[in-house]
């Protein structure tokens, strides 16, 4: 925050901070709720959009005897963090195999690693953490099917020629494979993983089903580990090994729309390329090339790169986060329909549903009025963005199938009969936020 005041400061052992959520832009706060069923003494700690109040300020002191208040703090260091308002520390517990941060009279110690300094960054290049789409030549980009493909088809990875580019499926993430400097510039044969947006899954070689996309929990460093290289020559490969670990920023060298990058996967050396198209499917519809690995691949392999706009990006996480949340939704409600309504009540996710559809209402909500021209323009060009994104993600056939498996229920005793008995009271309201969201 300091940084913001015009100069930079140095961050001293004693000082108050605010700690803020780069994704969300929202501030940690000492809630005055309590969840912990261990600790009865500690406070929830959350995040908040504003930081009106002492709820968010926290002070900052040193665990070592070594150092005192008033000393620089050090990449390294271990600390404690103090909540202003509660005078409790910030602390990691663990509660029935939840992990979970409260704010209590135990301590936690926390230690501070740098991901990116602000003050290095030259705009226009490629950082770790950035979402960017990757282009092979001016049309194409790497892109995964529409999500009303099964999903072994889901996760199979395109070239896609046409509206492929401007749609949330074709938004990848960026990730070194480190923390410290973890936001710094991404370097010619930099290890990173590529994490597409709209599924969370990672791109990865497996051995019986080559290039796809795989589940989070089963990509390991091996499968998913790539790099950018300038070109395919060893002398390049070469050279780049002698870059790995540099501490801070390091050199910007990729940048957008200009550099041409060849993306290998490390640990086998093979080269991301495409499947040439025989001449019967390149007369159906719009252009589609299977991307796979290849020893050679073919001369034109260099992809440009475009980074995306962070409502995009935004929109793509909010789209993965429903898409799992709804689904799980509706299969709760299958699996107690139909054939097994004898089956035990189920535990649906009720909670957590209701909330976000309210999150999801206010995230579509038209413009004021009484709004500056101007202002309420640039405010409905957003709006057009978000509805375009999760149209084309798939979302209105994901809340209209929702809709769908709640209506074969006709009142709240029928729907609690199936799901649990607090359950049954948010039917309607479920219902109701789900044609408003529509």
Not at 190 to 202: D, I, K
Not at 239 to 258: A, F, L, N
């Amino acid at each position: 925050q300091a940084a913001q005041g015009g100069g930079h400061r140095t961050l001293l052992y004693g000082h108050a901070i605010l700690l803020r959520h780069s994704f969300s832009g929202m501030y940690l706060t000492c809630l005055t709720t309590s969840r912990s069923q261990t600790d009865k003494l500690a406070f929830d700690v959350g995040l908040r959009e504003h930081a009106t109040g002492e709820a968010c300020w926290w002070t900052i002191h040193p665990a070592s005897k070594q150092r005192s208040e008033g000393e620089k703090v050090r990449i390294g260091d271990d600390l404690i963090l103090v909540s202003v308002s509660s005078e409790r520390y910030l602390h990691l517990s663990i509660s029935n195999g939840n992990i979970q941060v409260d704010a209590s009279f135990m301590q936690t110690l926390w230690n501070v690693h740098p991901t990116c300094s602000g003050s290095s960054i030259e705009e226009g290049y490629l950082l770790g953490g950035h979402v960017v789409r990757l282009f092979h030549g001016h049309d194409e980009c790497l892109t995964v099917l529409s999500t009303d493909q099964n999903d072994s088809q889901h996760r199979r990875i395109f070239y896609e020629a046409g509206g492929a580019g401007t749609r949330a499926r074709s938004l990848w993430r960026v990730e070194p494979l480190r923390i410290s400097w973890s936001g710094s510039n991404i370097r010619w044969g930099q290890a990173f993983r590529l994490r597409h947006l709209t599924t969370g899954h990672y791109l990865a070689l497996t051995e019986d089903q080559g290039l796809i996309l795989q589940d989070r929990g089963k990509s390991d460093t091996k499968s998913t580990a790539f790099s950018f290289r300038a070109s395919k020559e060893i002398k390049e490969k070469l050279d780049s090994s002698h870059k790995r670990d540099i501490e801070g920023m390091g050199v910007p060298e990729i940048k957008y729309g200009d550099s041409v990058c060849f993306v290998q996967h490390i640990a086998s050396g093979l080269w991301v390329t495409y499947k040439a198209q025989d001449s019967k499917t390149s007369r159906l519809g719009p252009l589609k090339r299977k991307v796979i690995l290849h020893q050679e691949g073919h001369m034109d392999d260099g992809l440009t790169l475009q980074r995306c706009q962070r409502e995009e990006s935004q929109a793509a996480r909010i789209i993965r986060n429903t898409t799992a949340l709804f689904s799980q939704f509706v299969s709760g409600i299958n699996v107690f329909s139909g054939n097994n309504r004898t089956a035990a009540p189920v535990t649906l996710p009720i909670e957590e549903v209701l909330q976000t559809l309210q999150d999801l209402i206010a995230y579509f909500q038209p413009p004021e009025e009484e709004m500056r021209h101007e202002d309420k323009q640039n405010k409905l060009r957003s709006l057009k963005n978000r509805q375009n994104l999760f149209k084309e993600e798939g979302m209105l056939a994901l809340v209209l199938n929702c809709i769908d498996r709640l209506n074969i229920y006709n009142s709240v005793a029928h729907f609690a009969g199936i799901a649990r008995e607090e359950s049954g009271t948010a039917w309607k309201e479920i219902l109701n936020l789900l044609y408003k969201l529509l």
